[in-house]
């Protein structure tokens, strides 16, 4: 170990909000149909029907999933 390793700290990874499966299950959205509606490349209104809950709501969920990701973690090792 040289000095400057005296300087490196490690931080563990944390999470600044809930992650999409804890949104999705909060509201009732089953998460692995919302994910693979994601992946087929659905509109919001065609999971939103497909999933019995407004459209805005799959907006909002895949508004998540494109910026923040599954989970939102943040930190560095």
Known sequence: MD?????????VPWSTEPSLKDMAQEVGVDYDRLIDGIKEDKSDSEIAGELA??????????DHFYTRGVHSIMGQD
Request: hydrophobic share 30%; charged share 25%.
């Open 3 to 11: 000095q400057n390793d005296s300087f490196i700290q490690s931080r």
């Open 53 to 62: 809950v407004p459209e805005k709501l799959i907006y909002h969920l895949r």
